[in-house]
């Protein structure tokens, strides 16, 4: 299953610049609003360190990691749902993310321009919260003729009627679908953007991210949500050098681990992914499911055949097939155990299907 974040922001807060970072491409990141028009979409690498350990154990040809797909679009501006900058159209490029990742610029430079004039993180923050609302209370009056007329032939969709009803009522009231903890299956087939679990990405300068009552005081403005803070500039060159220098300059700036690889693990923890591991000659690999699948639907995720004809699970903890040094002494340790239908999935587990077609 693949995981999409569409990234959003104001002009200027450093989407494209965390985008580029993220994706190694090199986006057009210009000073002015709009200078990302069409959407662009990167796939990236969760890290995992665990998929060298099993590369070396099993002697594999290459790693294939978990992934994660960005979507950067335009900047939004104040009025956008009035047709503003460039109008909220393109928000349908992330109608269908998983999640939405906020950028909002915490950074002070008189050389790059802030579209309403002054840096003020809660105020953009609540911009872009206005303009999504504004976004979703179009979508919503456009559906409800259409669902009232399915309605008098299908009972089915009074259930969406009602929950269409209870949404609007929220987001009048200036709060988000997934922030008022409403049920969102019944609103599914409208791809709402407030009902996607939001990350808040914080674009500090360097000397920001070691103020810890400031990072307090952002962390608080969007409390419960997830808030990473980085300096999407410092990103952006971390990730073209190698490997033992970016570590160190890591060290110098105390940071213990890079923010593009906190951002793609938050994203897994915020949709309740987790991972399971594959291992061999040709590759070692990691599989993308939900927290709770069971050894089946985590077979689907292979080959919808490997979940019809599911016989049984061999499954070692990624820990004990270390700690044994191969899959041979893990077995001989009786590590190594075999699962059924019901087994639901631990993240690392190291999983070999057995399968009837």
């Given at each position: 299953?693949?995981?999409?974040?569409?990234?959003?922001?104001?002009?200027?807060?450093?989407?494209?610049?965390?985008?580029?970072?993220?994706?190694?491409?090199?986006?057009?990141?210009?000073?002015?609003?709009?200078?990302?028009?069409?959407?662009?979409?990167?796939?990236?690498?969760?890290?995992?360190?665990?998929?060298?350990?099993?590369?070396?154990?099993?002697?594999?040809?290459?790693?294939?990691?978990?992934?994660?797909?960005?979507?950067?679009?335009?900047?939004?501006?104040?009025?956008?749902?009035?047709?503003?900058?460039?109008?909220?159209a393109f928000l349908s490029h992330i109608r269908e993310a998983d999640a939405i990742c906020q950028v909002t610029r915490v950074f002070r430079d008189a050389?790059?321009?802030?579209?309403?004039?002054?840096?003020?993180?809660?105020?953009?923050?609540?911009?872009?919260?206005?303009?999504?609302?504004?976004?979703?209370?179009?979508?919503?009056?456009?559906?409800?003729?259409?669902?009232?007329?399915?309605?008098?032939?299908?009972?089915?969709?009074?259930?969406?009627?009602?929950?269409?009803?209870?949404?609007?009522?929220?987001?009048?009231?200036?709060?988000?679908?997934?922030?008022?903890?409403?049920?969102?299956?019944?609103?599914?087939?409208?791809?709402?953007?407030?009902?996607?679990?939001f990350i808040f990405v914080f674009n500090c300068d360097t000397d920001e991210l070691s103020d810890t009552a400031l990072l307090d005081r952002l962390r608080?403005?969007?409390?419960?949500?997830?808030?990473?803070?980085?300096?999407?500039?410092?990103?952006?060159?971390?990730?073209?050098?190698?490997?033992?220098?970016?570590?160190?300059?890591?060290?110098?700036?105390?940071?213990?681990?890079?923010?593009?690889?906190?951002?793609?693990?938050?994203?897994?923890?915020?949709?309740?992914?987790?991972?399971?591991?594959?291992?061999?000659?040709?590759?070692?690999?990691?599989?993308?499911?939900?927290?709770?699948?069971?050894?089946?639907?985590?077979?689907?995720?292979?080959?919808?055949?490997?979940?019809?004809?599911?016989?049984?699970?061999?499954?070692?903890?990624?820990?004990?097939?270390?700690?044994?040094?191969?899959?041979?002494v893990a077995k001989s340790r009786g590590k190594v155990r075999l699962e059924g239908k019901d087994y639901v999935m631990a993240d690392g587990d190291v999983?070999?299907?057995?399968?009837?077609?």
């Amino acid at each position: 299953m693949a995981l999409t974040i569409g990234i959003v922001g104001l002009p200027n807060a450093g989407k494209s610049t965390l985008f580029n970072a993220l994706t190694r491409n090199d986006v057009l990141a210009a000073n002015y609003p709009f200078a990302t028009i069409e959407p662009n979409v990167g796939v990236v690498g969760v890290p995992d360190p665990r998929l060298a350990t099993l590369s070396a154990i099993f002697h594999s040809e290459r790693i294939v990691p978990a992934t994660v797909s960005f979507v950067d679009i335009a900047g939004i501006v104040r009025g956008a749902s009035q047709g503003e900058g460039m109008g909220n159209a393109f928000l349908s490029h992330i109608r269908e993310a998983d999640a939405i990742c906020q950028v909002t610029r915490v950074f002070r430079d008189a050389d790059v321009t802030h579209v309403d004039g002054a840096v003020n993180p809660p105020s953009d923050i609540e911009t872009i919260a206005t303009e999504l609302i504004l976004a979703d209370l179009q979508t919503l009056e456009r559906a409800l003729p259409r669902l009232e007329k399915e309605a008098r032939t299908n009972k089915d969709k009074l259930a969406t009627i009602a929950a269409v009803q209870e949404a609007t009522e929220v987001l009048n009231a200036g709060r988000g679908v997934h922030a008022a903890g409403l049920d969102r299956e019944p609103l599914r087939e409208l791809f709402l953007l407030t009902a996607k679990p939001f990350i808040f990405v914080f674009n500090c300068d360097t000397d920001e991210l070691s103020d810890t009552a400031l990072l307090d005081r952002l962390r608080a403005t969007v409390a419960p949500a997830e808030a990473i803070f980085l300096d999407a500039k410092i990103e952006s060159e971390l990730v073209e050098m190698e490997p033992d220098e970016a570590r160190e300059l890591l060290a110098e700036m105390d940071i213990t681990e890079p923010g593009l690889d906190v951002l793609a693990r938050v994203g897994f923890d915020t949709l309740g992914l987790q991972t399971y591991l594959t291992a061999g000659p040709k590759e070692s690999r990691a599989w993308t499911i939900p927290k709770g699948a069971t050894a089946p639907e985590a077979a689907g995720v292979i080959h919808t055949d490997f979940q019809k004809g599911f016989i049984k699970a061999e499954i070692v903890g990624f820990d004990d097939l270390v700690e044994a040094g191969s899959l041979q002494v893990a077995k001989s340790r009786g590590k190594v155990r075999l699962e059924g239908k019901d087994y639901v999935m631990a993240d690392g587990d190291v999983v070999e299907f057995r399968f009837n077609v």
